[in-house]
Each structure stands twice: as C-alpha cells, then as structure tokens.
C-alpha cells in the first residue's frame, strides 16, 4: 500500500464539514463591480483634493498677480453637460450600435435623452459561449430586452433611484426523464427557491419572462438587495447571475416591472 | 416546496419527494458531476445515482441540510465512478485537481502509511475553518465542487490568477497543517 496520496485527499475533502459545503454554496461574494465603484469613489476623492490643491495655487497666483485686486473679466465656468446621474464611463466601451448578443455585467447609462450600453472586462458573448470572454464586446440580450415588453430599457431624466435588471440562468429544470419540465410548479419552486436562498424577496418579472431557449427567467432588484445578491455567475449552475444592468428610472420597482408610464428607448437604434 | 418538507415526504414514502428533491437539486448535481466526469450522460447516471440513494437512505436518515446530504452523495457516487472507470482504464477525468493536491501532502510520508478518509476530512475541515472566508470558499470550489478555476475566477470577479495564486498558498498551508496535525507520516 502506498501512502496518502493528492487523490485521497481530493476524495477526504469528501468529507469535511457540510457547513463549509454549504457556505461555499450560498455565500454572498462581493462583485468586482461593487469593489470598483468602491475604487472608483476613493480615486475620485483622491483627484477632487489634488483639484482642490491646484485651484488654491491658482487663485493665490491670480491674487498676487492682481495685487490683489480681481480681475474685472474673470471668465464663468460653463456647467457641466454632464448631469448628476450619469455614470463616469471608459468611452472606450461605448457603442453606438448595439448589436446584442447575451448578457454579462454590461450597464447602461443616459446622458443628454439617450443611451449607453457599456461592457466590462471579460464580458461574455453570448449564453451559450460561456468559455470565451471578450473584453469589450457589447453585449445586451434580446431576451432581456423583450423581458419586460418593449419595457426593457428606461430612462427618463432627473432619475431618482437605481436599480438592477438581472437575468437569472436557470440550470435545465428537469423533470425525472432528464426532459426540461416547463411546468408553473417547476418554476414556482425555482423562483421560490432562489428568492430563499438569496433571503430576498425578488420581484419576477413574471412567467412569460422565462426563456426556455436560454433557460432565462427575470427579476428586479434593488441596488440594496442586488449587494446582498449571491453572485453565481458561472456555467451550470441551477442559477446564476449572468447579466446586470443598472436601469435608472423613476418611481418605483412595481411600476418598473409593469413598465408603465416611461419613455421607451429602442438601445439598437440610439446614436452616441 | 423546502427541504424540510420533502424530508417528511420522504419519510411518508410519497414519490414526490424524491420529484421535489430533483427539482430543487438535479442541476446542481449534475453541474458537480460533469465537472468531475467530464461526461454529461455520466453525469446524469450520478444524479440518478444519488435520488436513488436519497430515496433509500431516507428514512432512516434525517439530515439536517438536504443540499450538503444529496451533493456529498453525488460527489461520493462520482468519485466511485471515476474510480471504477480508472480501474478500467477508461479515463482519469480528476487527475489534474488530485495533482494539484498533490502538492499538499506532507512531505515526511512514508511508505505504508495511510490516513483515514474520515480522520483526513475532518483535519482538512479544522485547517478550513481557521482560514479566511474567501480563501476557504475557493478551496472548497475547487476541490469540492471541482470548478473551473475560470468559474470561480468568475464567482468572485477575479482574475483567474489570483484565484490560482490564492489556492496555491491554501495548499502550502495545508501541507504545513497536515504536517503539524501530526497526520502519521
């Protein structure tokens, strides 16, 4: 008999704590995204007190220069075009033309009555090409658009609130010949089962939203609830979160779901 | 449907416990199995496999979490099948994550010995419990679930590096551990 080998260690993890299998399930795990707004927050502070610095310099230059008098013609700074709700974006992932296949951790945002659909790294291209990510590859499913109607994208100005669209992947619901079972009770137990796991109270988007090609179903979250959301993003899991897309939108999560009474935006028609 | 509920249909002897219980948890299964198989119709075997055993372990059995009760046996009924097929020669479908782990084995070891199965789960628990979250979590996908790492890279927004460094030094550590838990070598 040889001794304990990397293979019986690999069949003893078998056996450990069913606490930490179950932990390693349904954790929580902090999304990149949260941690780079994070980042993005502390680097913008970092920069406004750099500004703040060299504008102190200036004046004090401007003060000495002028003997301390102001000059008469000091020019008005224009405002900024850019409205409080609009999100700082790398333009270099900005398209105009939204050519969408499928789904992950894109955003969309709106500045000046139009939108933007933005992907990050490791954007993947579509559903069913889970092993090859491409950076920067617009990517926006007509699943998710036709989610909520022609609903999908909303953005009206002077947004009030936030929220996320999220599309979650059902990993084949089987029924016990191996057939995917569509059944209401089928489902039923899938949402239920999420919104258990998640502890949230998710609101579906409904029955009809559920995409039996691409074992789809959706749901709106708040940015509260999308921080607490377990991010299982990976390849056959019963779910995942495989897309995020922050809506911004005003009035409430009930009105969104129903998507009445805001002004429609059609993302494959809209110039930059 | 919760699990408590379809214990207790279980324990009634009603089939539908055994539907709600593949409903809740066949997906998962098979995502577990395949990763481990590398054969979807393997797969499906184990997860059959494993209602069955549900089915015949309950009663008597009452776990306290059906998920972590029904994905051990998958996991156990895939490993079987793995060794089975090795036996046969038919593949090796976990020789990349048995040779990682590799890596964790005391080097003091010595011909003949051999440790528990149960005694080494439970120090591999003890080692995991006193390391951090995120590090256990990555541990436990890999070598429990046995994710890609590019899966778990995804899970938590990751490089793939990073996770690759991460579980490199757990199993350094665990190396160590093993060593000092004074598993006989």
């Known amino acids: 008999m040889s001794g304990i080998k ?6 003893a993890m078998g056996n450990i704590n069913k606490r930490l299998v179950v932990e390693a399930e349904e954790t929580n795990v902090k999304k990149k995204s949260i941690r780079l707004s994070e980042r993005l927050l502390d680097n913008l502070a970092c920069v406004a007190i750099v500004c703040l610095l ?13 003997g301390g008098n102001r000059h008469k013609d000091t020019p008005v700074n224009e405002p900024s075009s850019t409205s409080q709700n609009d999100i700082i974006v790398d333009e270099t ?25 933005v992907s990050k790294e490791g954007s993947y291209v579509s559903a069913d090409s889970w092993d090859a990510p491409k950076s920067g590859e617009i990517v926006f499913s007509d699943d998710l658009l036709n989610a909520f109607g022609n609903n999908a994208i909303i953005t009206p100005e002077n947004s009030k609130d936030v929220a996320y669209l999220v599309e979650i992947h059902v990993y084949d619901v089987l029924d016990n010949a191996g057939n995917k079972q569509l059944t ?9 089962r999420v919104n258990r796991m998640s502890k949230l109270d998710i609101k579906w988007a409904g029955k009809p939203s559920y995409n039996i090609e691409s074992n789809c179903m959706y749901g709106v979250l708040t940015v509260e609830q999308m921080r607490e959301y377990p991010t299982e993003a990976g390849r056959g899991y019963v779910f995942g979160l495989i897309s995020k897309t922050e809506l911004k939108y005003e ?5 969104l779901l129903y998507g009445k009474d805001y002004s429609v935006v059609n993302v494959n028609s809209q110039d930059k | 449907m919760n699990d408590y509920e379809i214990i207790r249909l279980l324990f009634e002897r009603d089939n539908d416990g055994i539907k709600y219980a593949s409903e809740l948890y066949s997906g998962r299964m098979q995502r577990m199995a395949e990763n481990m198989l590398g054969s979807k119709e393997d797969a499906k075997e184990c997860v059959n496999d494993a209602l069955m ?18 994905m051990t046996l998958c996991r156990n009924i895939a490993y079987n099948m793995i060794d089975w097929k090795n036996a046969k020669k038919r593949s090796a479908e976990i020789v990349p994550l048995t040779n990682e782990l590799e890596m964790c084995v005391p080097d003091k070891l010595t011909q003949g010995d051999m ?25 436990v996908r890999r070598y429990w679930y046995s994710d890609d790492v590019a899966d778990i890279a995804k899970r938590f927004g ?19 551990y093993l060593e000092e838990a004074g598993v006989k070598v």
Not at chain 1, 54 to 66: G, S
Not at chain 2, 53 to 70: F, G, K, M
Not at chain 2, 116 to 124: H, K, N, R, S, V
Not at chain 2, 158 to 176: A, I
Request: proline share 3%; aromatic share 10%; net charge negative.
């Open chain 1, 6 to 11: 990397g293979k019986d260690i690999y069949k």
């Open chain 1, 251 to 255: 009035g409430n999560i009930d009105e």
């Open chain 2, 158 to 176: 990751c490089s793939k590096g990073r996770v690759n460094v991460t579980l490199h030094r757990v199993r350094k550590d665990l190396k160590k």
């Open chain 2, 115 to 139: 440790v528990d199965e149960y005694a080494l789960g439970e120090i591999i628990s003890e080692f995991l419990e006193g390391i951090p979250k995120e590090k256990r979590i990555m541990f």
């Open chain 1, 184 to 192: 209401d009770d089928g489902l039923e137990a899938e949402y239920e």
């Open chain 2, 53 to 70: 055993r549900v089915w015949e372990t309950i009663p008597p059995n009452q776990p306290d979490n059906l998920y972590a009760y029904i």
């Open chain 1, 93 to 117: 992932y900005i398209y105009e033309d939204a050519t969408v296949v499928s789904t992950e951790c894109e955003y969309v945002y709106s500045k000046d009555n139009k939108v933007y659909i």
């Open chain 1, 54 to 66: 060299v504008l102190t310099v200036c004046i004090v230059q401007v003060v000495i220069r002028n």
